[in-house]
């Protein structure tokens, strides 16, 4: 398969409904290679919704996405650049780390699929727990394994869903560099949170969502949960 490039992502009105209920209306919004773009919201407000959307996983009922001048038409070739973490962690927990991350590298034509999951876990700081099985680990290096399991393809776009939920000290720090890394190497990283304070710092745009629509934006957001507090009060008038 070819490997499309793309150096930004954008959408331009998108909506998504069921029904009369919009899960997501008229969003638009870009963003460029080598950013974290935080949507932050309340529970029903379109993110994970958005999310899926942007993974090509629902059509939008209206509206355009594009990756660079790609669209869906791309298919195959597009999802080949996309990683995907979300509330299912997608292991097999009978399964090793190192069995699981060669699994899926296998799956998207690695030449050497149980060096690249060495080298995965390596880089998660997993190497000592690469031959244990998943259910062995803790709930916060599953989620590490997980994020290797979505990044095993170095996709040009991460899509993230919840990130920090149960991760422990040792393990938030870790997926915090590990984002950071990511935006180093110029990959597109968009993640949905609650944890304003875990994400105040690392996001280069954040995205405020309210029933399903836009009600704030901030670039290089500061004092996050302030800001939050105060576009959702604006929002909600």
Do not use: C, W
């Not at 060495?118 to 997993?126: E, F, H, I, N, Y």
């Not at 190497?185 to 944890?195: F, N, Q, S």
């Amino acid at each position: 398969m070819i490997r499309v490039e793309f150096d930004e992502i954008s959408a331009d009105n998108v909506s998504r409904h069921y029904g009369r209920r919009r899960a997501v209306s008229r969003v638009t919004f870009r963003v460029s290679n080598g950013s974290i773009l935080g949507l932050l919201g309340p529970n029903g407000a379109g993110k994970s919704t958005l999310l899926a959307m942007l993974a090509t996983l629902l059509r939008p009922s209206s509206g355009s996405i594009r990756y660079g001048r790609l669209d869906l038409s791309a298919g195959a070739a597009l999802r080949a650049q996309i990683g995907v973490l979300g509330h299912d962690l997608f292991l097999y927990s009978e399964l090793t780390a190192r069995e699981n991350l060669a699994f899926f590298a296998g799956l998207y034509g690695s030449p050497d699929p149980n060096a690249r999951a060495l080298s995965a876990l390596t880089g998660a700081g997993l190497s000592d727990r690469a031959d244990d099985p998943v259910s062995s680990l803790s709930r916060g290096m599953r989620q590490r394994v997980a994020l290797e399991r979505a990044l095993i393809h170095e996709p040009r776009l991460a899509l993230l869903d919840e990130p920090f939920t149960g991760l422990d000290d040792a393990s938030t720090a870790a997926l915090l560099a590990r984002l950071r890394g990511l935006r180093d190497t110029g990959t597109i990283v968009v993640l949905a949170t609650h944890d304003l304070d875990l994400a105040d710092g690392l996001l280069d745009q954040a995205m405020f969502l309210r029933d399903g629509r836009v009600v704030g934006t901030e670039v290089q957001p500061g004092a996050l949960r302030s800001t939050y507090r105060s576009v959702m009060a604006q929002g909600s008038t």
